[in-house]
């Protein structure tokens, strides 16, 4: 027998802060479900509405979208944020160059482009050619140019897409000469290296998924296999896999003269195992490289017949290994660059030097060195930000890097390896003056005592007052830093006397493996401390104050969101929790999500850790008669990383348990995923009702 769940309608009259309008929310119907975890109940009335692809659940969405889209239209300058955002996204925008083969390829999107076009150019001065264009995918521009890898001998490039924000990718080869797509087409593919070896190239997959449960299912069994140009995926020969543990994934890296193949073997988020074989050999075994998955492993590359790793192991901050393949038992590995005071984040061999970007205090600082490890300079960066690149070739001394901060937009700049030179390639477009701004950097003091920094931007002028509306971002996990990036979408909440502030709470990456252990398991509530300390800290300073305060985040940030606002809904009067993880009892259950066990923890595990999930699941500490901050809950309908249920679930939860008179809303985008690939126009969209849901409910009057 079917299983029929009711939408009912009921009138709910709720007015919101700034108007009298009235609230008709959807009541959510009820399920008794009940899960049992060490003898403990466990409520879970809104299970029903993890089935993404029922009829009750899709007439839910369309109800739900209904009552925000209608909020969301009565805000007065929804239409000119709108407009002013557009104009603010119109301009140039240029990835760093990359050389192939001798020629050069970058990306660029004229403006408004809904996709970044992949272009190429035989020099830096002729006229450049489109190569790929993803704006042709679809009409809509929901399908997105994922990765790109060309052959060694420039013959080929293969490339992977991505639909409606879907993880899954699917894989396409080109003729580079002559621009022909050929038949070669393979599937089910989840964010895989293309790693070339003559005229093939290894990737990872899994097997077809069951029809209907696409972007819900646990993913499990990843392969490795290797595809020549011209065959049928289901010719291609498997190289890799492991039976015993389902969990596990897989990626293919082949080294740049295509001499080793690695296998990176992940169980979680954290810690990887390397194997590797001789590709000059035939015949040849896997043979363990570096053993898992207590540490990091990255290979860098292969230069004079050694392996450099950048490496974790016995050095939290990270270091930079050298190791001889024919004895690489970790007892003979080489330290190159040791471990520093500051987290070696990247390494990249250019030109015979390896240039090394590490972070200090969540900004960027970059050095060359020479291959056994001799300091030879410090790159010049404009000012504390962000690096991203270098881009280049072991043999070359010509990269490209981008450098950006929170007042700075990104700039593209030409690097010499051998002089040490910068020069500007790119200069950003955008009509935005840094002069009337400030960015500044404080370090506040979190509920245990531990030393937290944290940017603030602000237009020059601003008066602590207490008065002032502030946006407070945060993450907090996965070793992932908030490093400053320049944005165009705060300009408008800037401009009208907004404060935006990050908070490099722990769980991130900012200060080494340490910080990030801090932030994880049965220590995750030093995130939310963090994060609430620094509200308080802001409060205290009187940049703000707690009826001016809006918070948000997004996946793991919105976890963060949704535990700091149900831990204390007094603080913010905004908060905005995006494709949030906040079923923390249940997030493992989806597709991917197993593989974060190594953050939070699974509550099957023992009781212990099923308590301490629960204490700050968000969806589970939803209190019925508490006055909770105006709320817009954000997701994509396929979001197949963090699955919409886990916003569905919590939006019902907090509409049916909120007492107070703010508004509780749901936004739920359609044909798209967790975020990357979102086309130009969709992030329009989402901005304008994210910023005008925020100003509105903060009492701003923004003039455009």
Same mark, same amino acid.
């Given at each position: 027998?079917?299983?029929?769940?009711?939408?009912? =309608?009921?009138?709910?009259?709720?007015?919101?802060?700034?108007?009298?309008?009235?609230?008709?929310?959807?009541?959510?119907?009820?399920?008794?479900?009940?899960?049992?975890?060490?003898?403990?109940?466990?409520?879970?009335?809104?299970?029903?509405?993890?089935?993404?692809?029922?009829?009750?659940?899709?007439?839910?969405?369309?109800?739900?979208?209904?009552?925000?889209?209608?909020?969301?239209?009565?805000?007065?300058?929804?239409?000119?944020?709108?407009?002013?955002?557009? *104009?603010?996204?119109?301009?140039?925008?240029?990835?760093?160059?990359?050389?192939?083969?001798?020629?050069?390829?970058?990306?660029?999107?004229?403006?408004?482009?809904?996709?970044?076009?992949?272009?190429?150019?035989?020099?830096?001065?002729?006229?450049?050619?489109?190569?790929?264009?993803?704006?042709?995918?679809?009409?809509?521009?929901?399908?997105?140019?994922?990765?790109?890898?060309?052959?060694?001998?420039?013959?080929?490039?293969?490339?992977?897409?991505?639909?409606?924000?879907?993880?899954?990718?699917?894989?396409?080869?080109?003729?580079?000469?002559?621009?022909?797509?050929? +038949?070669?087409?393979?599937?089910?593919?989840?964010?895989?290296?293309? *790693?070339?070896?003559?005229?093939?190239?290894?990737?990872?997959?899994?097997?077809?998924?069951?029809?209907?449960?696409?972007?819900?299912?646990?993913?499990?069994?990843?392969?490795?296999?290797?595809? /020549?140009?011209?065959?049928?995926?289901?010719?291609?020969?498997?190289?890799?896999?492991?039976?015993?543990?389902?969990?596990?994934?897989?990626?293919?890296?082949?080294?740049?003269?295509?001499?080793?193949?690695?296998?990176?073997?992940?169980?979680?988020?954290?810690?990887?195992?390397?194997?590797?074989?001789?590709?000059?050999?035939?015949?040849?075994?896997?043979?363990?490289?570096?053993?898992?998955?207590?540490?990091?492993?990255?290979?860098?590359?292969?230069?004079?017949?050694?392996?450099?790793?950048?490496?974790?192991?016995? +050095?939290?901050?990270?270091?930079?290994?050298?190791?001889?393949?024919?004895?690489?038992?970790?007892?003979?590995?080489?330290?190159?660059?040791?471990?520093?005071?500051?987290?070696?984040?990247?390494?990249?061999?250019?030109?015979?030097?390896?240039?090394?970007?590490?972070?200090?205090? +969540?900004?960027?600082?970059?050095?060359?060195?020479?291959?056994?490890?001799?300091?030879?300079?410090?790159?010049?960066?404009?000012?504390?930000?962000?690096?991203?690149?270098?881009?280049?070739?072991?043999?070359?001394?010509?990269?490209?890097?981008?450098?950006?901060?929170?007042?700075?937009?990104?700039?593209?700049?030409?690097?010499? /390896?051998?002089?040490?030179?910068?020069?500007?390639?790119?200069?950003?477009?955008?009509?935005?003056?840094?002069?009337?701004?400030?960015?500044?950097?404080?370090?506040?003091?979190?509920?245990?005592?531990?030393?937290?920094?944290?940017?603030?931007?602000?237009?020059?002028?601003?008066?602590?007052?207490?008065?002032?509306?502030?946006?407070?971002?945060?993450?907090?996990?996965?070793?992932?830093?908030?490093?400053?990036?320049?944005?165009?979408?705060?300009?408008?909440?800037?401009?009208?006397?907004?404060?935006?502030?990050?908070?490099?709470?722990?769980?991130?990456?900012?200060?080494?493996?340490?910080?990030?252990?801090?932030?994880?398991?049965?220590?995750?509530?030093?995130?939310?401390?963090?994060?609430?300390?620094?509200?308080?800290?802001?409060?205290?300073?009187?940049?703000?104050?707690?009826?001016?305060?809006?918070?948000?985040?997004?996946?793991?940030?919105?976890?963060?969101?949704?535990?700091?606002?149900?831990?204390?809904?007094?603080?913010?009067?905004?908060?905005?929790?995006?494709?949030?993880?906040?079923?923390?009892?249940?997030?493992?259950?989806?597709?991917?999500?197993?593989?974060?066990?190594?953050?939070?923890?699974?509550?099957?595990?023992?009781?212990?850790?099923?308590?301490?999930?629960?204490?700050?699941?968000?969806?589970?500490?939803?209190?019925?008669?508490?006055?909770?901050?105006?709320?817009?809950?954000?997701?994509?309908?396929?979001?197949?990383?963090?699955?919409?249920?886990?916003?569905?679930?919590?939006? +019902?939860?907090?509409?049916?348990?909120?007492?107070?008179?703010?508004?509780?809303? =749901?936004?739920?985008?359609?044909?798209?995923?967790?975020?990357?690939?979102?086309?130009?126009?969709?992030?329009?969209?989402?901005?304008?009702?994210?910023?005008?849901?925020?100003?509105?409910?903060?009492?701003?009057?923004?003039?455009?």
């Amino acid at each position: 027998m079917k299983r029929v769940i009711p939408i009912v =309608i009921s009138m709910i009259l709720l007015s919101s802060n700034q108007s009298n309008s009235q609230i008709v929310y959807p009541v959510t119907a009820k399920e008794k479900v009940v899960d049992t975890y060490f003898g403990i109940q466990v409520k879970e009335p809104y299970r029903w509405l993890e089935n993404d692809t029922s009829a009750a659940t899709s007439a839910w969405v369309k109800a739900q979208n209904k009552v925000t889209s209608s909020y969301l239209a009565q805000i007065p300058f929804r239409n000119e944020l709108k407009k002013r955002l557009t *104009a603010l996204m119109n301009y140039p925008k240029y990835g760093a160059p990359f050389k192939k083969n001798g020629q050069y390829f970058f990306y660029k999107n004229n403006g408004l482009q809904n996709q970044s076009v992949l272009y190429r150019q035989a020099t830096l001065t002729s006229e450049p050619e489109v190569l790929v264009d993803p704006n042709t995918f679809s009409t809509d521009g929901t399908v997105a140019l994922h990765t790109q890898s060309f052959s060694k001998n420039g013959k080929y490039l293969a490339y992977s897409i991505a639909r409606s924000g879907s993880d899954w990718n699917e894989i396409f080869v080109m003729e580079v000469a002559t621009r022909q797509i050929l +038949a070669d087409h393979i599937k089910w593919s989840k964010s895989s290296d293309i *790693a070339w070896q003559g005229d093939g190239f290894y990737y990872s997959a899994y097997d077809a998924p069951e029809a209907g449960k696409e972007y819900s299912n646990k993913n499990e069994y990843e392969k490795v296999f290797y595809h /020549a140009v011209g065959q049928m995926q289901s010719q291609d020969k498997l190289i890799y896999e492991n039976k015993e543990f389902p969990l596990r994934e897989c990626y293919p890296i082949v080294t740049e003269d295509e001499k080793y193949l690695f296998i990176t073997e992940t169980e979680t988020t954290t810690g990887n195992e390397l194997l590797f074989k001789d590709l000059t050999i035939p015949g040849s075994k896997f043979e363990l490289f570096a053993p898992g998955f207590k540490n990091d492993y990255t290979v860098v590359n292969h230069v004079n017949g050694k392996i450099y790793i950048l490496t974790n192991w016995e +050095a939290p901050k990270q270091r930079l290994m050298e190791v001889d393949p024919r004895d690489h038992s970790q007892e003979h590995w080489k330290e190159i660059i040791p471990e520093s005071e500051n987290v070696l984040e990247r390494t990249t061999i250019i030109g015979g030097k390896i240039l090394a970007e590490y972070m200090k205090d +969540a900004a960027h600082h970059a050095y060359g060195f020479d291959l056994t490890g001799k300091k030879l300079y410090e790159v010049r960066l404009p000012t504390l930000g962000t690096l991203s690149g270098f881009n280049g070739d072991k043999d070359d001394n010509e990269a490209f890097y981008i450098f950006n901060s929170y007042t700075v937009p990104p700039t593209v700049y030409r690097f010499n /390896a051998d002089k040490n030179t910068s020069e500007v390639f790119h200069k950003t477009e955008v009509k935005f003056n840094p002069d009337e701004y400030i960015s500044e950097q404080v370090f506040y003091t979190s509920k245990d005592g531990t030393k937290v920094p944290m940017s603030i931007m602000y237009k020059k002028g601003m008066k602590k007052d207490g008065k002032n509306p502030l946006m407070l971002y945060g993450y907090g996990g996965f070793n992932i830093s908030m490093n400053p990036s320049f944005s165009v979408v705060r300009i408008p909440f800037l401009e009208n006397g907004g404060i935006y502030v990050v908070a490099n709470i722990r769980g991130g990456g900012e200060y080494g493996e340490a910080w990030h252990l801090a932030g994880t398991k049965m220590h995750k509530q030093n995130v939310f401390d963090d994060f609430i300390s620094a509200a308080e800290y802001l409060i205290s300073k009187r940049y703000t104050s707690s009826n001016k305060l809006a918070i948000d985040g997004g996946s793991n940030g919105g976890l963060l969101v949704g535990a700091c606002m149900t831990q204390r809904p007094d603080l913010y009067a905004v908060a905005i929790p995006e494709v949030g993880v906040l079923d923390m009892l249940r997030y493992n259950q989806f597709t991917i999500g197993w593989s974060w066990a190594s953050d939070y923890g699974i509550a099957e595990e023992s009781k212990e850790m099923f308590e301490y999930l629960k204490g700050y699941s968000p969806l589970h500490n939803v209190k019925p008669g508490t006055k909770y901050p105006a709320t817009m809950v954000m997701t994509g309908d396929h979001d197949d990383r963090v699955v919409p249920a886990h916003s569905f679930k919590f939006a +019902a939860t907090l509409q049916a348990a909120n007492a107070g008179t703010t508004p509780t809303l =749901i936004r739920i985008d359609t044909k798209a995923g967790h975020g990357a690939g979102k086309p130009v126009g969709k992030v329009i969209e989402a901005q304008t009702d994210m910023w005008s849901f925020v100003m509105y409910n903060l009492g701003m009057n923004p003039k455009f």
